[in-house]
């Protein structure tokens, strides 16, 4: 397989990984009706670096770290559900601001660590990475091979979080302030009903 059609692979990985609607989907939208583009653009940072630890997992074949963590899905589902409940709650108390607003680096950096360990906790990443990579066969055969797996997955899903970051900053503008403070309020009520799921699932376990 020629390295640019292992990238576009990787790209499409990157893309399918990050497209289904979830918790950090909701969050992309919040942010973007808070900050524009750059809101959506710092969340899937964080969303693509988590994604990009999965895919070197798996493109360097390490099924052992893999089955641990499927194994411990219980307990990353608890501590995934207890922070969705965290960023709800933070973000009911925040406001919907213009996309002018200023963020600072320190804001920047907390954003996209938070969604890069929130990313990391879903057991749903986990699982679809799996179910990705055992359709394709896991392992590369090389440093290049791995390297071009990783980098694709991190384009495909930055990719995706710019689309979406696009079409919702177009929307915006759009919408009359009384209907972005609902979107703010339903987005906050998504993240915590996902937060209680999980961590009730991780119970049942």
Do not use: Q
């Not at 992309?28 to 969340?43: D, F, N, Q, R, W």
């Not at 359709?135 to 590369?140: K, P, T, Y």
């Not at 919408?175 to 799921?197: D, T």
Request: positive net charge; glycine residues 10%; charged residues 10%.
């Amino acid at each position: 397989m020629s390295i640019l059609l292992y990238l576009f692979k990787a790209w499409m990985i990157g893309i399918a990984i990050a497209a289904p609607v979830g918790p950090i989907g909701m969050l992309c939208i919040k942010k973007t009706l808070e900050l524009g583009i750059k809101g959506a653009l710092l969340v899937g940072l964080g969303a693509a670096l988590a994604d990009s630890v999965y895919g070197l997992i798996a493109a360097l074949g390490l099924t052992a770290v893999s089955h641990i963590m499927i194994s411990g899905s219980g307990a990353l589902k608890l501590i995934g559900g207890i922070f969705l409940l965290y960023l709800a709650y933070k973000e009911a108390k925040s406001g919907v601001a213009s996309n002018e607003a200023h963020v600072s680096e320190k804001s920047r950096i907390k954003l996209v660590s938070e969604v890069f360990f929130l990313t990391l906790t879903n057991p749903m990443t986990i699982l679809s990475f799996v179910g990705i990579f055992a359709s394709i066969g896991a392992g590369s055969s090389g440093v290049l091979e791995s390297t071009t797996m990783v980098v694709g997955i991190f384009l495909g899903s930055m990719t995706w979080w710019y689309v979406l970051g696009t079409v919702i900053t177009k929307i915006k503008h759009k919408l009359p302030k009384i209907w972005l403070e609902r979107i703010k309020w339903i987005s906050c009520f998504i993240l915590a009903s996902f937060g209680l799921v999980a961590i009730f699932s991780s119970l049942m376990n």
